[in-house]
């Protein structure tokens, strides 16, 4: 990704209702600001087809039956885990979104941004797994399937001319009692299930010679750093990985705009004492930074001056290094597209 928009599509929630879908008109203006859309939804979705054709789920009533002690980061708080898991998998469950759906959204969108932009480029994405994190590796089988029917939907000549990639749109690797993390064995995805989920999508992307896209976030105080700097130093599991400082929506991360410019000129994820995870950067993953912003920055002084904190942090660094804008629901982006084009074309 050189300079993408990040594009909200598809359910919004869990009721059935949808992200508000910009006129052709809207869709220019967005267009007019950045060349290169990335398509994600927000919803985890639950069913799909198998190889065979199949109709299969992710979750059931019986899914955490089959979650035991080993499974997890803390075999005392299996209990509790299925306790905060239950009430999650009741909501997917209930919703039972067919990740064809998705697809069909997407696929739709890609079309009408073709028939107004003949050089745009566009990503897809996989969902993320509803914060069930110990279970997300139940849910590569979901995402390898969405890769093959994006490429199947839109045709050969959309997917070779104009899809860059798919985006992995989980945005860090948890770890706590939820799952574990061991540092000593990369070759064997750190023994955790989320990057076992990420390996395999990425086998299936990078078989279509395309690109596999993450956007995690830098948080030092929850250590959600270390476990991805981890990843994108030690692995080529992601050929690119644009890094969120998250400032603009929580104001104690306002250091990770300054860990964050560090790690992409360096291009390897830095710890806060400046010291390189994971020793040394072995891996070709090539290191950007996400543009944040949403409607607050309309009603509330103090989200100005952090938007203008990342202007000041990474106007050098745009289209140097792969550069990705955030701009919440796409109402909201339409209405910021004046200054999200100001900040990717100058």
């Given amino acids: 990704m050189k300079k993408g928009l990040l ?15 910009p006129t052709d008109e809207e869709l220019k203006m967005l267009l007019s600001a950045s060349k290169e859309i990335l398509l994600i939804p927000i919803a985890a979705f639950n069913r799909y ?8 789920q992710v979750l059931d009533e019986h899914t955490l039956d089959g979650l035991t002690a080993d499974m997890v980061g803390d075999p005392n708080m299996l209990e509790t885990i299925k306790s905060e898991y239950a009430p999650r998998i009741e909501t997917y469950t209930k919703a ?9 959204d997407a696929a739709d969108y890609a079309r009408r941004l073709i028939a107004l932009e003949p050089s745009v480029k566009l990503w897809f994405s996989v969902p993320h797994e509803g914060c069930l994190h110990a279970l997300t590796y139940h849910f590569s089988d979901l995402w390898v399937y969405a890769v093959r029917r994006f490429k199947e939907v839109v045709g050969q000549e959309i997917w070779d001319k104009h899809v860059s990639g798919v985006y ?103 710890d806060t004492d400046g010291s390189v995870i994971g020793g040394e950067k072995t891996s070709k993953t090539v290191l950007g930074f996400e543009m944040e912003i949403d409607s607050q920055f309309f009603d509330k002084e103090d989200y100005h ?33 004046e200054l999200m084009g100001n900040f990717l074309n100058g």
């Fill in 49 to 56: 087809r198998d190889e065979s054709g199949n109709e299969k």
């Fill in 305 to 337: 001056e952090r938007y203008f904190a990342y202007e000041e942090a990474f106007g050098h660094l745009v289209g140097k290094y792969p550069t990705a804008y955030y701009a919440g629901c796409p109402d909201t982006a339409v209405k910021l597209y």
């Fill in 168 to 270: 992995f749109a989980l945005e860090d690797i948890v770890t706590a009692y939820y799952t574990k993390f061991d540092t000593s064995c990369p070759e064997e995805d750190f023994h955790n299930p989320i990057v076992r989920a990420m390996h395999k999508v990425s086998d299936e992307v990078h078989k279509y010679g395309k690109e596999f896209l993450w956007i995690p976030y830098y948080d030092a105080a929850a250590s959600s750093h270390v476990n991805l700097g981890h990843v994108l130093n030690r692995t080529d599991i992601f050929d690119t990985a644009i890094i969120q400082p998250s400032y603009f929506f929580h104001e104690v991360r306002k250091p990770g705009l300054e860990m964050v410019r560090r790690s992409v000129e360096q291009q390897q994820v830095i």
């Fill in 96 to 104: 039972n979104f067919h990740i064809d759906d998705f697809v069909e």
């Fill in 7 to 21: 594009l909200y599509t598809g359910y919004w929630g869990y009721s059935g209702n949808k992200y508000y879908n």
